[in-house]
């Protein structure tokens, strides 16, 4: 994948993580809106974009014999990295909906 390809797949993994997480909330908080903040919307593109650059990585390790030439027994870290990336990532995106969910029960318990 080149550069390009890996921002559209970036930006519409990022769009369907945020389309996902209002409507999961929506329906959760019984259909009243749940408000996401902008720094909560670039760090979801942020994870977004990590998740897909690591599956990409991952692809390119397994298929391209050069990268198992270049790093030899390094290999392993590299994937024990791409595994911790989007680990990091998934939960990153949960903490961010989890949160945008505990703000919005919060600002409903205060004014009922």
Not at 63 to 77: Q, R, V
Not at 79 to 91: H, Y
Request: net charge positive.
């Amino acid at each position: 994948m080149n550069l390009s390809q890996l921002l559209v797949c970036s930006f519409i993994l990022g769009i369907l993580i945020v389309t996902i997480g209002i409507l999961r909330n929506y329906f959760y908080n019984q259909k009243k809106f749940v408000p996401l903040e902008l720094t909560s919307f670039i760090n979801l593109m942020l994870c977004s974009g990590s998740i897909v650059s690591a599956c990409n990585l991952m692809y390119r390790l397994f298929k391209e014999k050069e990268i198992h030439l270049l790093l030899g027994a390094d290999t392993g870290a590299l994937v024990l990295g791409v595994i911790s990336l989007v680990w990091v990532s998934v939960q990153s995106i949960g903490q961010i909906f989890a949160n945008a969910l505990n703000n919005s029960v919060a600002s409903i318990n205060k004014n009922p």
